[in-house]
């Protein structure tokens, strides 16, 4: 199982939200290169980049802070937070992400989501469903779509996606566990996809479950900035 340490960025900085609210904010880095620095140093290979104020905004933000973790590390970054239109994409690319992940666009803009998907590849974008009661949520969490997850995956495995990061609101930023239930009722009904657990690990025990269950990946945030999981850990738990 792959573990994917996450850096969310507001204002250039480092930082965390709980359950998505921005009022619930706390800073854990000013530099954000440097933390990506210690994850490589330790041996972590893959890093998940969020740009929390262009997710608000609706377009990118922090290119600049993306471009100094990936001109600074050789980590494998996906970057994911106000990716709009083409050229976003493009801009992203340039700036060193290795993948995007599509979330509100790929509620909103499904055409234009195909379209990368035929473009770029599949391995170059990954599906971000973001949800609440197994409903989607978009805009930075801040609102429901109304569409059912299932339904919303079932579109986009069709296209040819592979890789899907799915990130349960309610559990996000909590440290009370995994969606084990949801992740299992998915892995269910498209076992093909490789499925990336995010929100609400909360220590080792937690990773323990996610990598029995047979899950692609899993994003670490809150619990290793709070000191539940260390450095050594997320290198032990990664494949």
């Not at 960025?9 to 954000?32: H, W």
């Not at 490589?40 to 802070?65: Q, R, S």
């Not at 990936?70 to 060193?96: I, N, Q």
């Not at 992400?97 to 035929?118: L, P």
Request: some cysteine.
């Amino acid at each position: 199982m792959k573990i994917i340490p996450a850096i969310d960025i507001i204002g250039g900085q480092c930082v965390r939200l709980t359950k998505g609210d921005y009022n619930q904010m706390k800073v854990y880095a000013s530099e954000p290169a440097k933390v990506a620095a210690e994850f490589e140093a330790a041996g972590i290979t893959n890093l998940h980049v969020v740009d929390l104020d262009g997710a608000k905004a609706k377009h990118i933000v922090n290119i600049e802070t993306l471009r100094s973790i990936t001109e600074s590390t050789k980590l494998s970054v996906d970057f994911g937070g106000g990716v709009k239109s083409r050229e976003d994409l493009e801009k992203v690319f340039a700036a060193g992400a290795k993948q995007v992940t599509a979330g509100s666009i790929a509620v909103s803009n499904k055409e234009e989501v195909k379209n990368w998907i035929a473009e770029f590849g599949a391995e170059k974008i990954i599906l971000g469903a973001d949800v609440l009661n197994e409903k989607v949520m978009v805009h930075g969490w801040q609102e429901s779509s109304g569409e059912d997850l299932m339904g919303f995956l079932g579109f986009y495995v069709d296209l040819g996606v592979k890789y899907v990061i799915c990130t349960d609101i309610s559990k996000d930023g909590v440290l009370q566990g995994p969606s084990f239930e949801l992740y299992n009722k998915i892995q269910k009904q498209f076992p093909d996809l490789k499925l990336i657990a995010s929100g609400g690990v909360s220590g080792k025990e937690d990773l323990v479950k996610l990598k029995a269950q047979g899950l692609y990946g899993a994003i670490v945030g809150k619990a290793f900035y709070e000191g539940r999981l260390t450095l050594e850990d997320l290198v032990d738990f990664g494949s």
